[in-house]
């Protein structure tokens, strides 16, 4: 198993989401629970600028602005957990560094969104599936970045978030790093963007 999946569970579990309020957020979007319930984003409720990404199947999406870089599945060697995407502006890492995490451009931000597959592939330890699926809180109403977490980048000594929920019985991590001169209004954006995420079960 690669060492990044390693830190990346163990950061995880240090940080989980939490509420905030009195912000705008996009457009609602619905995070369905039935099974065959069609994602509820579409670009004709993303706000002017974004646009909607949809993954794994169908049964993830999420809303980015237009301008950032995306990029889906980008290890897919790395198993457990599963990186869905990396996405940040004004530029990605290589793709040979995605999974070990770099420092993002000085005015810049990166995400990266992981999910845990249960039951858990072969060498990933059972005790550490179970810890995950316990410790990871429930998808709050909007989400918060809390505090950076030194180490969390394994290319970079530059803090950054750790955000684990869990949602329509599926679990998941984001990692968050902004530049350090990232403005007030990045950041906003990235919580819109993590907020815009919709997801239905597998």
Request: glycine share 6%; hydrophobic share 40%.
């Amino acid at each position: 198993m690669p060492r990044p999946t390693i830190r990346a569970f163990l950061l995880v579990l240090l940080v989980g989401a939490s509420c905030t309020s009195g912000r705008t957020s996009v457009p609602p979007v619905t995070h369905s629970t039935r099974p065959n319930a069609p994602i509820a984003s579409s670009e004709s409720s993303s706000p002017p600028g974004w646009s909607v990404r949809t993954l794994s199947n169908g049964t993830v999406s999420v809303q980015v602005p237009s301008r950032w870089a995306f990029r889906p599945d980008p290890v897919p060697d790395l198993v457990e957990p599963v990186m869905l995407f990396v996405t940040g502006e004004p530029r990605l890492p290589p793709a040979k560094r995605v999974a070990c995490g770099v420092t993002p451009p000085r005015g810049g931000a990166l995400v990266w969104l992981y999910e845990f597959v249960f039951p858990p592939p072969p060498g990933f330890p059972a005790s550490n599936a179970a810890r995950v699926r316990r410790t990871t809180p429930r998808r709050p109403p909007h989400f918060s970045l809390g505090r950076a977490i030194p180490g969390a980048l394994e290319c970079s000594r530059r803090p950054a978030y750790n955000v684990g929920f869990r949602t329509a019985g599926r679990i998941f991590f984001a990692k968050v790093a902004l530049g350090p001169q990232a403005p007030t209004t990045l950041r906003r954006t990235v919580l819109l963007l993590l907020d815009s995420l919709a997801v239905r079960p597998l």
